[in-house]
């Protein structure tokens, strides 16, 4: 009698990328959201009755992607402030912006665009920062996308918030209401150290060792940063943070951009974990992280968007061929970041960076089916030597044509389930509309 499951899924190949290459031939079967079993196809035929069976030639099944940095809201900044450093870019148009128009509404309409667009391109999960984060989480739930929700903190009032204290005590209450829902997680969320104070990370650090939490938060974006914390502080901002206990296994630093070989060594020896965001790093100008240093270190590197606002785009294909790319070109070693290490960085590593990696970023049987189905069949990827190759220097978010999260189809035929299309399109423009200059 054969066992009954939910899904048998059947690509030419299957990355399970916590193993070396792909495998040929191979099934994935799923029930009740988890990955049950990987083995042959035809052995998964014959042992499974599966409710549904999905024929993929030409394609290659990979764990649904981990955005492990982002501001979902500000996908409706889209275009609005380009060209611009970041320092310009924040006091001169986007906050001024975010003053303007940022409110629960906002926060819920800009997170379900943002979260239809980083379905429809792989990524089933993110790690959001910003304002109103019960807003997101309502927008990221009715969507079906797994996130981890950042419980804000600044020095400085808001549409959200007017204080440090009300900071922590409207994200804690949203961790409190939400805690049990199985595709939302929690990590505090510091803007950066140039907009909170020493006392404020403290009791973040408290807070986020007695609830177990990521802190995630932005370092070293820029030389300016590091140039202000020495004028205030006496020292650069990694330093600092140091100083007061937050580097440790529980952070997540965005950007890294301008770091030296002590704090690689430092951020490598706490255990920490960088949030590389190559694309935004290089529209705003602010520089080149050394990704290949920081993972020769042994620091886990995993592959952030950043905000639909500085990059345009919530694309972790695009991102994944850029950092192979620049690592390549930056070091002069052609080999610096190979295209298996850089898919490792938008699937394993950011799972791992947000305590998730016992349940997604990789294929293997017991975690949740949170799976992607990408088409290489096409002519202008032929021919295919190596599968891992060309989803890194081949492949981009077009060719996603299939998306599970937590076993539950939300992209078919390249199409979204749940999502109406022309609803999103509307809500973008009444805040175009709102926004304009």
């Given at each position: 009698?054969?066992?009954p499951?939910d899904?048998?899924l ?7 990328v ?10 994935v079967?799923v029930?009740?959201?988890r990955?049950v079993?990987l083995l042959p196809?035809?052995a998964?035929?014959?042992r499974?009755d ?6 993929l030639?030409?394609h290659a099944?990979?764990?649904?992607l981990?955005n ?13 402030a ?10 001169e148009?986007?906050w ?7 409110s ?8 379900l665009?943002?979260?239809a667009e980083?379905?429809?391109?792989g ?7 910003y304002?109103?984060p ?6 990221f ?11 804000i ?15 922590l005590?409207?994200g ?13 997680s929690?990590?505090f ?9 020493d006392a404020g ?6 807070l986020?060792?007695q609830?177990g ?10 030389g ?6 020495l004028?205030?502080?006496g020292?650069?901002?990694?330093e600092r ?5 937050l580097?440790?296994p529980?952070f ?12 690689i060594a430092?951020?490598?020896g706490?255990g ?7 694309a935004?790093?290089?529209k705003l100008?602010s520089?080149i ?17 950043d905000s639909?606002?500085?990059?345009n ?14 690592a390549?070109?930056i070091?002069g070693d052609a ?24 349940r ?8 949740r089916?949170?799976l992607?189905?990408v ?5 202008a990827?032929q021919?295919?030597f190596?599968p891992?190759?060309h989803?890194?220097?081949?492949a ?9 999260v937590?076993g539950?189809l939300?992209?078919?035929d ?15 423009a009444y805040?175009?509309?709102?926004l304009t200059?």
């Amino acid at each position: 009698m054969k066992t009954p499951a939910d899904l048998v899924l059947l690509p030419q190949w299957v990355v399970p990328v916590e193993t070396e290459g792909a495998l040929t031939g191979h099934a994935v079967v799923v029930h009740g959201g988890r990955i049950v079993d990987l083995l042959p196809g035809d052995a998964a035929l014959a042992r499974y009755d599966a409710h549904e069976i999905y024929d993929l030639p030409g394609h290659a099944l990979i764990p649904g992607l981990v955005n492990l940095h982002g501001h979902a809201a500000m996908t409706l900044l889209r275009g609005y402030a380009d060209d611009q450093p970041l320092m310009r870019w924040l006091s001169e148009r986007i906050w001024p912006a975010e003053k303007q128009c940022v409110s629960e509404a906002f926060v819920r309409d800009g997170s379900l665009l943002a979260a239809a667009e980083m379905l429809a391109g792989g990524i089933t999960t993110c790690n959001d920062m910003y304002f109103f984060p019960q807003a997101a989480a309502e927008a990221f739930l009715q969507a079906g996308l797994r996130a981890t929700l950042g419980m804000i903190v600044l020095e400085f009032a808001s549409a959200y918030a007017a204080d440090i204290d009300d900071y922590l005590a409207k994200g804690l209450a949203v961790r409190d209401a939400l805690k049990d829902e199985p595709l939302l997680s929690f990590a505090f969320a510091p803007h950066a150290p140039y907009t909170v104070s020493d006392a404020g990370f403290a009791r973040i650090n408290t807070l986020a060792e007695q609830l177990g939490v990521p802190i995630h938060t932005h370092i070293h974006e820029t030389g300016d940063e590091i140039r202000d914390s020495l004028k205030q502080y006496g020292v650069r901002p990694l330093e600092r943070l140091a100083r007061l206990g937050l580097l440790g296994p529980n952070f997540i630093g965005v950007h890294a951009v301008h770091v030296n070989e002590a704090e690689i060594a430092s951020l490598a020896g706490h255990g920490c974990h960088v949030a590389h965001c190559p694309a935004s790093n290089l529209k705003l100008a602010s520089g080149i992280a050394p990704a290949a240093a920081l993972a020769r270190a042994g620091v886990n590197l995993g592959l952030g968007s950043d905000s639909a606002a500085s990059n345009n785009r919530l694309d972790l294909f695009a991102e994944m061929r850029l950092a192979a790319l620049l690592a390549k070109g930056i070091s002069g070693d052609a080999a610096a970041l190979p295209a298996a290490a850089a898919l490792r960085m938008a699937t394993i590593n950011g799972a791992r960076a947000l305590n998730l990696d016992d349940r997604i970023g990789s294929i293997v049987p017991g975690k949740r089916a949170d799976l992607v189905a990408v088409d290489l069949g096409g002519f202008a990827a032929q021919p295919v030597f190596d599968p891992v190759s060309h989803l890194v220097y081949v492949a981009g978010r077009e060719h996603v044509t299939h998306v599970w999260v937590d076993g539950r189809l939300k992209l078919a035929d390249r199409r979204l389930v749940d999502l109406d299309m022309a609803d999103l399109a509307a809500r973008a423009a009444y805040w175009r509309g709102k926004l304009t200059p």
